[in-house]
């Protein structure tokens, strides 16, 4: 048998052993945001991000969404919806917040999700370790990368702010909440 030939039913198999197992990648659509969060969410077009975040080390997953009303399907769909970034300024009740429409259009609904994963399945698992909605988070563009946290390397969602200020900022998992920290302004 040729190199090619066994390399190419060598792939085959290994395909169909993880598919048996139910191994295959979960494709994030608005079918699987919907079953996750509910019918009020919907995929924006910004690629999801993939790590561990609260450091478990098992992968967790971050989704840019626009939802009209997470708190309809809260309680029905099992996730949390949060405002880390009203919470810094002292008043970050999600049931107040979601009361007050932004003054932008494009921006009203913009929310984050956050599944954390859980077993060999990660995120992808029926049954998620937890589910976050993350609401009134002026992003235009996030990414996972490490920071420090007292002495200890965490990921961390990076995160450029619209306005004119073009501030830049992290979400971090404390071990019980997602946690705002600004990181300061632009300096050009």
């Not at 029905?76 to 049931?95: L, M, R, T």
């Not at 932008?104 to 859980?118: A, K, M, N």
Request: with cysteine; net charge negative; glycine share 8%.
């Amino acid at each position: 048998m040729s190199f090619p030939r066994f390399t190419a039913i060598f792939a085959f198999m290994l395909l169909s052993a993880a598919a048996s197992f139910g191994l295959e990648a979960a494709v994030i659509d608005n079918a699987f945001i919907q079953k996750q969060f509910g019918s009020t969410c919907t995929l924006l077009d910004v690629p999801p991000l993939r790590g561990d975040l609260n450091g478990d080390g098992i992968e967790d997953v971050v989704i840019a969404a626009r939802c009209k009303n997470p708190l309809i399907d809260e309680g029905e769909d099992n996730f949390k919806v949060i405002d880390p970034f009203a919470s810094f300024f002292g008043y970050g009740d999600p049931k107040i917040a979601t009361q007050f429409a932004t003054d932008v259009p494009e921006r009203r609904g913009i929310s984050l999700l956050i599944i954390h994963g859980v077993g060999p399945e990660a995120w992808q698992s029926p049954t998620p370790g937890a589910k976050f909605v993350i609401i009134d988070l002026p992003f235009k563009q996030i990414s996972l990368r490490k920071m420090k946290l007292r002495k200890k390397s965490v990921t961390a969602i990076y995160i450029e702010e619209t306005g004119a200020d073009q501030m830049t900022s992290a979400l971090i998992w404390d071990g019980k909440k997602y946690r705002y920290v600004p990181l300061g302004a632009n300096m050009e």
